[in-house]
């Protein structure tokens, strides 16, 4: 089966049709329509077998999650998703496989309103770039840039969840349903960032851990941050392996959470329960932003936490 028989079969149709798609898969280019004041935010992301998830994962679980990092990204603009277009490296054109890929990739597009708007297949070493498109009004984008000295920091949901279950998977042991599907199935928060528009004073998704994450907030914002480590949203798993030796390298550093970490305004903090029930997910504060430069982790006691010490610099190595 050709190339072209491939797309046609598997990559036409995918997500929900669109008003705004004018031509589809299937021609030279796609042709779309950006709705009137609104800016396109557009953001994109390449995940390799073997470096960014285990080659021999499920290909259903990586269509989802090809689509989620990026929605994600959208979501930390304060983006509404539109379209995405997907160039899909195999070793070999192994149709089952793309069937499975394109079913998971496909659930959460119809999930989220994308239509896939454009497809490419190639020979090589498994390899998937997906591009996201969205729409946002021109004067409500949220940026890494604005966080002020006061502002309080936030984050969605919970962290250290897929750190913990890549740990498990390289460590051969089982996996419970719940970090299973953090690992494989992450939520993007697109919600949240829509009802962040012209709130929060800055945002970005947590997709390489909280210090590397916020630390690009803070430079882009020009502060320091100070965070309470006895703060930050915990499953019971995470919790338990974060216990036994203070090693909180699993919600710090860990990263593939793809949860939303953003600042507001002091003022702001009594509608935090609000922006949750609107977002559909738990919203925690979690320290504040300071004058100066740098992340201070603090414990309950008031004493700093070291990031360079326990098992974070393994992980930064990594
Ligand atoms: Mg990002």
């Not at 000295?149 to 919970?158: E, K, N, Q, T």
């Not at 003022?267 to 922006?275: E, F, N, R």
Request: with cysteine; hydrophobic share 45%; charged share 20%.
């Amino acid at each position: 089966m050709s190339e072209f028989d491939l797309i046609r079969r598997h990559l036409t149709g995918v997500g929900t049709a669109r008003d705004d798609v004018l031509v589809d898969v299937g021609d030279d280019c796609a042709l779309l329509r950006v709705p009137a004041g609104r800016e396109l935010a557009v953001g994109i992301d390449t995940l390799v077998a073997g470096v960014h998830f285990l080659p021999d994962c499920d290909p259903e679980a990586l269509g989802w999650k090809a689509l989620a990092v990026n929605l994600s990204d959208l979501a930390a603009v304060g983006a509404e998703p539109a379209w995405a277009t997907l160039a899909l490296t195999m070793p070999e054109p192994d149709e089952a496989w793309l069937a499975a890929f394109v079913r998971g990739f496909g659930a959460l597009a119809a999930a989220e309103d994308v239509r896939l708007v454009g497809g490419d297949l190639t020979r090589g070493p498994l390899t998937v770039t997906v591009q996201a498109h969205g729409f946002v009004p021109a004067d409500h984008v949220l940026r890494r840039a604005g966080a002020r000295p006061g502002d309080l920091i936030c984050v969605s949901g919970a962290l250290g969840d897929a750190g913990l279950a890549l740990r498990h998977l390289t460590q051969g042991e089982p996996l419970d349903e719940y970090l299973r599907g953090r690992l494989d199935r992450p939520s993007p928060r697109v919600a949240l960032g829509e009802v962040l528009r012209g709130l929060a004073t800055s945002a970005i998704d947590l997709s390489d851990g909280l210090i590397s994450d916020l630390g690009h907030v803070l430079a882009a914002s020009g502060c320091g941050a100070r965070v309470e480590l006895e703060r930050l949203p915990l499953a019971d798993q995470v919790a338990a392996a974060v216990a036994v030796d203070e090693d909180w390298s699993l919600p710090l550093a860990s990263g593939d959470d793809y949860e939303l970490c953003f600042t507001l305004p002091p003022a702001a903090l009594g509608q935090l329960p609000v922006l949750a029930a609107a977002a559909g997910c738990p919203l925690t504060t979690i320290g504040e932003i300071v004058a100066g430069q740098g992340l201070r982790l603090v414990r309950a006691d008031g004493s700093g936490w070291n990031a360079t010490g326990g098992g974070y610099d393994h992980f930064v190595a990594s």
